[in-house]
Structures are given as structure tokens and as C-alpha cells.
């Protein structure tokens, strides 16, 4: 899982919508660098190509597709759900249940929010973090590793 790149401030401004980007929290120009160094960090370790599923917010689809290692799939059980910490309990739950259904025949990238990643692996990443991870059918997310945001 990987938290989406560096964008100014936090949370959206009022009248935030999906799919209008002029409403929305962005990359910075550090964030846009940082998604393309990730997506380097990838090819050096061998993975040019993997499946990449992405929030609708702006910031996490412009980092999954400045990655260059596939086409972007906008997956709403990405979507973030800070301010409505009552969702995070069912939305957390659906995301096991649908990765734990999935059959990847590579490497996959789940390009989301701090708060999705926290309620899936009780992990706080950074922004550009990567926090790898095993999903098991019975037990518990394990952590497996940690990646940090390239310099």
C-alpha cells in the first residue's frame, strides 16, 4: 500500500468533489517528483509492470499514474474516509474482504490515504511511504516491510 505523494495541508477544502480536481488537495511539484522517483524505485528492484489500483482523490491517481508501472484502476473501497471516522470500521472490512478475494498475477500497488492504510495495518505512513504487507485468508494483515519516501 502506498500512501499518496506530498500534497499542501490537510483534508480537502469545503466543496471538495470527486472527479473535479480545482476542488481538491494536489501534488505539489514535490509530490509529483517523489511519485515518479517511486516509480523508479520500482523499476531498480525488478517490477516494471504491476497492477495499480488508486483512490478517486486527485493526489492518489496522479501518483499512481506518474508510477509508470501500469494502467491506474479507480477503486472507491480506496477512497478515503478521514472526517467520517464511523465509515472506517465497514471500509476497512470491505477492503480485507475484496483483497482477500483477489488473485494477482504480479505485484500489486494500492495507491490510498493515511487513514485507509492505518485501519487495514495499524500503520501511520508518510506521505509517499509504502508499507508492505501479507493478507491472509484466516488471520490478521501482517507487515512485512516498510519502504520510505524517496529523497
Partial sequence: MLRHAAAPGSGDPPGFRLGDCSTQRNLSQEGRAQSR???DLFRANGISTAAVYSSQWCRCLDTAR????GEVVPLELLNSFFG?????????AALLAWLRGQRFGGPAVLVTHQVNITGLTGEVPD???MIIARIHQANPVQVIGHVATPA
Fill in 84 to 92: 467520517d471516522s464511523s465509515a472506517g470500521e465497514k471500509r476497512t
Fill in 127 to 129: 506521505s509517499g511511504e
Fill in 66 to 69: 506518474l508510477l509508470g508501472i
Fill in 37 to 39: 522517483a517511486i516509480g
